[in-house]
């Protein structure tokens, strides 16, 4: 969106628009979180539009059982590799916040949340300042190297008589993030 300042008939404009917002919800139910210390059980490929456009991430997981307090929860977002190697995509944890059912709760219990929000400045970061397709990573690499995971069940579906069903749900938003006058 452009902001408009402009006064009488002028037209100028200044940009730090959104480009594109592009949705994700997962359709996988009941994924259950494998008992290792790193795992990514969603992934999703989208085509980035825009060369120049930086990426925001906003999102969420819902997640049955309570497993571990901490467990190193990430987003990433690939250069448009798809095998998930460190080398070829940028990881970060703060993108994360895991909010863990309490203790002892199962699935007729409280429920948590992994939240997402994550910024990746496409310009300085290799792969991600070209169109094409991009993957975005939810996951965990517990720092210990242990098998603490966020919760046994992503994305709970039928878990329970008195619950319904959940999913994750995220947008990548293309951001040109410059001030420029337009006229």
Known sequence: MALNFSTGNSTQKYTGNVAYVHFFSDATKNISTSSTSSSYPISTVFAKKYADTNLLLFGYTPVSTQNSYHAGCYAAISNGDTSSSSANYHRKYDAAHFVTPPDGMGDDGIYGTVYWHGWWNASSLQGLNSVGNKTLF?????????????????????????????????????????STLIT
Do not use: F, K, M, V
């Open 138 to 178: 939810l996951g965990w690499s517990s720092r210990d190297g242990g098998n603490n995971r966020p919760g046994d069940i992503w994305n709970p579906s039928d878990r329970s008589a008195r619950t319904q069903s959940r999913t994750t749900n995220c947008q990548i938003w293309e951001i040109y993030s410059n």
